[in-house]
């Protein structure tokens, strides 16, 4: 699964990726981006690509109660094709999910688990496969996303059973297109996707809590 990730990027440096045109409202790095908060994310109005905040935690536009968000902060691409939450929105809400890195928690035995920070080896910005859906009841409205997940990779294996698809920077754009796509279609070109060369070092407990910010969270962790 994907449930803590980082994004320290400058904002000029992130539009220049992305290839957006506009400024992003209230930007700030983030050290320890957590579900139900805020998530930077592009997505393409059909003309052009467009970054702002989308709430971590997809609420489907049907859905009856907001809360169901929590419990969909991922969606596994092995089924989403053929799940009622997931399979309208991989036709045509498809988003990019901007990140620098992402934590995961190794198991050590049954009481302990030590968090690591993971990234791209080169260390650049990169972007999680996302999809998003706008809710509405009464006078409130939310637009929300979530984050695919797939089986581990190699590298991965060792620390987790599921990882955040992350996409190639030259598939990004073949995600993010407008026009609508068959479901299945899509669910394939993520699974067919090459995976990313990682790198992970071990952070503090720290970082455990949503609550805890800084520079603090992405401090190496050092033996006493």
């Keep these: 699964m994907c449930g803590r990730f980082t994004l320290l990027a400058e904002?000029?440096?992130i539009l220049e990726a992305f290839g957006v045109a506009h400024d992003i409202e209230n930007y700030e790095p983030r050290y320890n981006i957590a579900p139900g908060q805020s998530v930077l994310a592009v997505v393409h109005d059909g003309e052009k690509k467009r970054a702002g905040y989308l709430k971590w935690g997809l609420v489907p536009s049907w859905a009856k109660d907001p809360s169901i968000g929590y419990k969909?902060?991922?969606?596994?691409?092995?089924?989403a094709?053929?799940?009622p939450s997931f399979k309208r929105l991989m036709?045509?809400?498809?988003c990019l999910i901007v990140a620098?890195?992402?934590y995961e928690w190794k198991k050590l035995d049954h009481k302990t688990k030590q968090p690591l920070r993971i990234s791209l080896q080169d260390r650049k910005l990169f972007a999680f496969a996302g999809l998003w859906d706008r809710w509405k009841q009464g006078d409130k409205e939310m637009v929300t996303c979530t984050i695919m997940t797939k089986s581990p990779n190699e590298f991965m294996s060792e620390i987790h059973n599921r990882m955040p698809v992350i996409l190639p920077k030259e598939k990004e754009e073949d995600w993010l297109k407008k026009e609508s796509r068959d479901p299945k279609e899509m669910q394939n070109f993520l699974l067919d996707l090459p995976n990313e060369d990682l790198t992970a070092y071990e952070v503090s407990t720290y970082v455990n809590s949503a609550k805890n910010e800084g520079e603090t969270c992405i401090a190496p962790l050092v033996d006493e």
């Design 11 to 13: 904002e000029l440096d």
């Design 81 to 83: 094709a053929e799940k």
């Design 91 to 94: 036709e045509r809400r498809r």
């Design 100 to 102: 620098d890195s992402f």
């Design 72 to 79: 969909m902060i991922n969606a596994r691409t092995e089924t």
